[in-house]
């Protein structure tokens, strides 16, 4: 393919080393429609005839075939999917296959193709992401107005409602979602036309190759299109972020299914036993979920540091932009459905849930009594927090403190303050939107709903 000026064929070594189809031969779909429309824009610039374009779409058509059917036959001197492709094509019509290449270089092709791999897989995600979503929705739909402990630092915080908690972990995922698309925009840029470094010097229309390839717009400098891999680094990122929001979903998943939490029971079908301990139900879709992290992490890493310090243009170090990308579209497309799957069929125990709520959570509540008797909410809580060392002392709840000592504590408080300790009472308060009284909830539901329906 460049033999030209070569006396010495490549070692045997430095071939595996340079080799890339083993790895780039999953873009064959995008190589081959790529491929299509270039050759269509060359009939159009009249560098081939009608009749040979049509040779090389009919000849495309069939190595694309060979490829869906898995009888492509690899050779060992395919170095990427782009000197395969063409191989094969030769093959199979013969020498005007040569004419295929003609203005294009692998440079801007792998960048065409590669874009056009991520647009493709960034659907695959936006969808996987929405399916959680959905997931969690359904659940938050289910649990009404149940109510649970919100923790903080992992200490009993305040009650909410479970459905609160759940689309917490929803609006996350809504996030990765609205980045997902912003990377959208960016990825379905073309950087074909752009030649090896300088563009091509055919009358090539790169807007009508651009809409042929479902792409938005053209890259507007040849140097920066076939060196650009920053859509890669934000799909990375996203997928990085996604998997932290994952894993953080399955740290509370994790503890909340232990013993001592109670607070969700996790399906058969998504946990394993152990090989030792009859007793154990190990919640390891959640704890990979949590480990994927990792290597999404990682894989971002991975990318940044082979972009980083690049001279201009093409530098064969962008050969390593791909297997981190396929990595990590690969992992997130097999956890998402996963973590659906598992958030779907966990069995949360309301009646757990709410049995964990004492009463000491609600020591805000009382100093929001005291304020609204027109206290200063500093001194407030400060009367509070000796009520709570009194509690403590006695060893009894907050709230079995006989009244008078209430009445003692603070002149503002009076016989009422003792309705306080109605965990209900607490959540409905809080009703601004956002916020985990039934209505607002109720309200965040709707919302939810709305991005459902959205695309
Ligand atoms: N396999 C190469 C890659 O993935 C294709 C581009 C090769 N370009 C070149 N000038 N050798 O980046």
Redesign the pocket.
């Known amino acids: 393919m460049?033999g030209g000026r070569f006396d010495e064929s490549i070692d045997a070594l430095m071939a595996r080393f340079n080799h890339?189809f083993r790895f780039?031969q999953r873009m064959w779909r995008e190589d081959i429609r790529g491929s299509m429309a270039w050759a269509r824009q060359l009939a159009q610039a009249g560098v081939i005839s009608a009749e040979e374009r049509d040779t090389l779409l009919a000849g495309l058509e069939a190595v694309f075939a060979e490829f869906a059917d898995g009888r492509f036959e690899a050779r060992p001197s395919d170095?990427?999917?782009?000197t395969a492709v063409e191989r094969r094509l030769g093959e199979l019509v013969g020498p005007v296959a040569g004419k295929l290449h003609t203005g294009r270089?692998?440079?801007d092709?792998?960048a065409t193709d590669?874009r056009l791999w991520t647009m493709g897989a960034i659907q695959r995600i936006d969808d996987g992401v929405r399916a959680l979503q959905q997931a969690l929705l359904t659940q938050a739909e289910a649990a009404g107005d149940a109510l649970m402990p919100g923790y903080t630092h992992l200490q009993r915080a305040q009650p909410v409602l479970l459905a609160h908690w759940l689309l917490s972990h929803f609006w996350s995922l809504q996030r990765d979602r609205e980045r997902l698309a912003d990377c959208a925009k960016r990825t379905a840029v073309l950087p074909l036309g752009s030649g090896?470094i300088a563009g091509t010097p055919l009358a090539i229309d790169r807007q009508a190759l651009a809409a042929d390839l479902g792409m938005a717009a053209i890259s507007p400098n040849s140097m920066d299109a076939v060196s650009d891999r920053d859509f890669i680094a934000e799909f990375l990122f996203c997928a990085a972020l996604i998997g932290v929001h994952l894993s953080r979903l399955a740290e509370d998943m994790i503890i909340y299914s232990s013993a001592e939490f109670g607070f969700v029971t996790l399906a058969d079908a998504y946990s394993t036993g152990s090989s030792l301990m009859p007793q154990k139900k190990n919640p390891d879709s959640f704890e990979l979920l949590r480990g994927k992290a990792g290597r999404l992490i990682g894989d971002l890493a991975t990318l940044l540091i082979v972009l980083k310090g690049l001279p201009s243009a093409?530098n064969?170090d962008?050969?390593e932009?791909?297997e981190p990308l396929f990595d990590a579209a690969d992992t997130l497309e097999l956890a998402l459905p996963v973590a659906a799957g598992a958030v779907a069929t966990a069995r949360f125990r309301y009646e757990r849930m709410r049995a964990a709520l004492d009463d000491a959570m609600l020591a805000t509540d009382v100093a929001d009594y005291l304020v609204a008797r027109g206290v200063p909410f500093r001194e407030a809580h400060h009367v509070v927090g000796r009520l709570v060392r009194e509690a403590e002392q006695r060893g009894v709840a907050l709230s079995a403190l006989p009244l008078d000592v209430f009445l003692a504590a603070h002149p503002a408080c009076g016989a009422d303050v003792l309705q306080v300790f109605n965990v209900d009472r607490s959540v409905a308060q809080r009703r601004v939107p956002g916020a985990t009284a039934p209505e607002a909830v109720h309200e965040q539901i709707v919302q939810a709903r709305r991005c459902m329906t959205e695309r």
């Open positions: 460049w890339s780039d170095e990427d999917i782009h270089s692998r440079n092709q792998v590669v090896a093409y064969k962008l050969q932009d791909k």
